[in-house]
């Protein structure tokens, strides 16, 4: 079963990585640990745009997928994909992704952020959303065929 709306939000508020994948122009996939915030129905991330892989690729049309999984056990986890949009420089959505990772060294990191002149926020709203718990026997369900696809 997937995640209840009330778990998804309390799963996505815990500050893990998302692994943030793409394609670039070659066709070939690229992932990438990167850090994220759940907001009213959408992932917010931060990159560069011409220094990172991740704001190259995003710029010239890709789309993206992302995976967020617990480390420990029994494992959850959440898959998204959709378009991703360049926000652009904001300094507000810049400081609510990274403080999410310890306020001391986003201060440090947001000083640096602003002064990159290629810096931006990115929005994922998800086209599709799956999610599971393998503490309630969801790794049973999946390999029985049954959907993890989680409601919007």
Do not use: C
């Not at 939000?9 to 070939?28: C, I, N, Q, S, Y």
């Not at 999984?69 to 029994?74: H, K, L, T, V, Y």
């Amino acid at each position: 079963m997937p995640l209840p709306p009330e778990e998804l939000e309390e799963f996505l508020a815990d500050p893990r990585m998302a692994h943030f994948a793409t394609v670039d122009a070659k066709g070939r996939p690229r992932v990438r640990p990167i850090w994220y915030l759940w907001r009213q129905g959408a992932f917010w991330f931060t990159t560069r745009l011409e220094a990172r892989h991740t704001g190259r690729d995003v710029t010239a049309g890709s789309t993206a997928s992302i995976s967020i999984a617990s480390e420990d056990r029994p494992h959850r986890a959440v898959i998204a994909r959709g378009e991703v949009d360049v926000v652009g420089k904001d300094e507000a959505l810049l400081w609510d992704i990274s403080s999410r990772y310890g306020e001391r060294a986003a201060r440090a990191w947001l000083a640096g952020a602003m002064k990159e002149p290629d810096r931006t926020v990115l929005r994922l709203v998800p086209r599709h959303l799956l999610s599971w718990d393998y503490g309630r026997g969801d790794s049973r369900r999946q390999n029985q065929g049954e959907s993890m696809r989680t409601a919007l």
